[in-house]
């Protein structure tokens, strides 16, 4: 699938957009970054997949891998690609549609939209990319599903 893939914590989410949308600005802000206070205190993020992301079901649950030759791998733009420290396997838990501020409600619908791939049923939240609060919004929404 053509998307990012950071794993927060324990629990994966898969960044979906178009090409220049944010996806890898995103990964990189997220992966740069301490977790939040409210996390876990050994809760970090790490890189899953950037820009093409493997998936696959396994008990019901969508796991996540990089391609082996992008591994590793993150483009950041205006930089080019560099070399980051990567988890080989996580299980997404939430997916995440890049979307302009003007397209996302201020109150979502509760609960969740709920979008199937391969058969795994999997939230889904609308996030605009390049709000400071960008990351921490994820760790947040990734967190109100436990």
Same mark, same amino acid.
């Given at each position: 699938?053509h998307?990012?893939?950071?794993l927060?914590?324990?629990r994966?989410v898969l960044?979906?957009?178009s090409?220049g949308?944010?996806?890898s600005?995103?990964a990189?802000? %997220?992966?740069?970054s301490?977790?939040?206070a409210? !996390?876990?205190? !050994?809760?970090?993020?790490? #890189?899953?997949?950037?820009?093409?992301?493997? %998936?696959?079901?396994?008990? !019901?649950?969508?796991?996540?891998?990089?391609p082996?030759?992008?591994?590793?791998?993150?483009?950041?733009?205006?930089?080019?690609?560099?070399?980051v420290?990567?988890?080989?396997?996580?299980?997404?838990?939430? #997916?995440?549609d #890049?979307?302009? %501020?003007?397209?996302?409600?201020?109150?979502?619908d509760?609960p969740?939209?709920l979008?199937?791939?391969h058969?795994?049923? #999997?939230?889904?939240?609308?996030?605009?990319p390049?709000?400071?609060?960008?990351?921490?919004k %994820?760790?947040?929404?990734?967190?109100?599903?436990?």
């Amino acid at each position: 699938m053509h998307a990012t893939c950071v794993l927060l914590g324990q629990r994966a989410v898969l960044i979906r957009g178009s090409v220049g949308a944010g996806k890898s600005d995103l990964a990189l802000r %997220l992966i740069s970054s301490p977790a939040p206070a409210f !996390a876990h205190p !050994a809760a970090h993020a790490i #890189l899953v997949a950037d820009d093409i992301v493997r %998936l696959h079901v396994a008990n !019901a649950r969508l796991i996540a891998s990089p391609p082996p030759e992008i591994a590793g791998k993150l483009e950041v733009r205006g930089v080019g690609i560099v070399n980051v420290d990567y988890c080989e396997r996580a299980e997404v838990c939430l #997916l995440v549609d #890049l979307a302009h %501020l003007d397209d996302i409600p201020r109150m979502p619908d509760e609960p969740s939209l709920l979008e199937t791939i391969h058969g795994a049923s #999997l939230p889904r939240i609308s996030l605009y990319p390049f709000e400071p609060s960008a990351p921490v919004k %994820l760790w947040l929404a990734l967190y109100r599903l436990a």
